[in-house]
C-alpha cells in the first residue's frame, strides 16, 4: 500500500493558460474523488468515479474542468482557462467499495494534494 | 442539503491536557463520519471512521462519539502532546460512502 500519490505536488501558473493534474489511488480502490479546497476551508466535493465511470460532478466543476478516469487506475484533472479563482489545494481520495450494490463502509484514504496558484 | 459545523475554530491548550473538539451536521441520514488530521501544506490523514449503526470509536489516545438523532459527534484527545498539533476536520458520508462533506476544522495547538 503505497497510498495516494498526486502530482505535481505544486503548479504556479498565468491566468488563461491550462493545467493537468495526475492521481494514482491505492492499487485495489475503485472509488476516486476529487476535492477542491481553499485556505481556512474543509475541502469541498468536485467529481467521483467508480472504476472508469464518472458516477457525480459537483455545481463547482464548470465546464472549464474535466477529469477522466479512462482505465480505472489513474485519474486526470484538467483546468481550462485558468482563472484567480481556481486558486486552491486539489485533493484526490480513494476507497474501496465491495460488489454491486453492496457498499463498504470504508475510509476515504487521500492524497497530498496538487497546490495551484495562479498568477 | 447536509451542512458541517465545528467549533471551536481554533483552540489551544497546555501539554497533557484531555480535550474535546465538536462536530454536527444538519442532516441525521448519514452513513458514516470519519474524523481526520491536516497537517499545514499536506493532505487528510484518516483517524477515525464510525459507522452509522455505532455510537463510538477508540485508537489510542483518540476516541469519537457518534450521536447520529441530536447531529452530533466529538473527537476526545487524550492527554494532547505537542505532535498533535494540526488542523482536525470531520466529515460524513451519505448512504454508498457518497463523497464527504466537510466541515471547516478545528485547528489545534499544543504548548509544551
Known amino acids: 500500500d503505497t497510498g495516494v500519490s498526486q502530482n505535481p505536488r505544486h503548479k504556479i501558473t498565468k491566468r488563461g493558460q491550462n493545467v493537468t493534474f495526475r492521481c494514482d489511488p491505492i492499487?485495489?480502490?475503485?472509488?476516486l474523488y476529487w476535492y477542491r479546497q481553499t485556505l481556512g476551508q474543509g475541502p469541498e466535493f468536485l467529481t467521483y468515479?467508480?472504476?472508469?465511470?464518472?458516477?457525480?460532478k459537483s455545481r463547482l466543476l464548470s465546464d472549464r474542468f474535466s477529469a477522466e478516469r479512462p482505465k480505472g487506475s489513474f485519474s486526470t484533472l484538467e483546468i481550462q482557462r485558468t482563472e484567480q479563482g481556481d486558486s486552491a489545494m486539489y485533493l484526490c481520495?480513494?476507497?474501496?467499495?465491495?460488489?454491486?450494490?453492496?457498499?463498504?463502509?470504508?475510509?476515504?484514504?487521500f492524497g497530498d494534494g496538487t497546490r495551484l496558484s495562479i498568477l | 442539503k447536509q451542512e458541517v459545523t465545528q467549533i471551536p475554530a481554533a483552540l489551544s491548550v497546555p501539554e497533557g491536557e484531555n480535550l474535546v473538539l465538536n462536530c454536527s451536521f444538519t442532516?441525521?441520514?448519514?452513513?458514516?463520519l470519519q474524523w481526520f488530521r491536516q497537517d499545514p501544506g499536506k493532505g487528510l490523514t484518516s483517524l477515525l471512521l464510525?459507522?452509522?449503526?455505532?455510537r463510538e470509536q477508540t485508537s489510542g489516545r483518540l476516541n469519537a462519539s457518534l450521536d447520529k438523532s441530536s447531529g452530533r459527534s466529538t473527537l476526545y484527545i487524550a492527554a494532547s502532546q505537542p505532535g498533535d498539533s494540526a488542523t482536525y476536520l470531520c466529515?460524513?458520508?451519505?448512504?454508498?460512502?457518497?463523497?464527504?462533506?466537510f466541515g471547516k476544522g478545528t485547528r489545534l495547538s499544543v504548548i509544551a
Open positions: 468515479f467508480q472504476n472508469e465511470a464518472q458516477l457525480e
Open positions: 492499487s485495489e480502490h475503485n472509488r
Open positions: 442532516d441525521s441520514a448519514i452513513y458514516n
Open positions: 466529515a460524513t458520508a451519505g448512504s454508498g460512502n457518497t463523497p464527504l462533506v
Open positions: 464510525i459507522q452509522s449503526s455505532q
Open positions: 481520495a480513494s476507497s474501496l467499495v465491495h460488489g454491486t450494490g453492496r457498499f463498504s463502509n470504508q475510509p476515504q484514504h
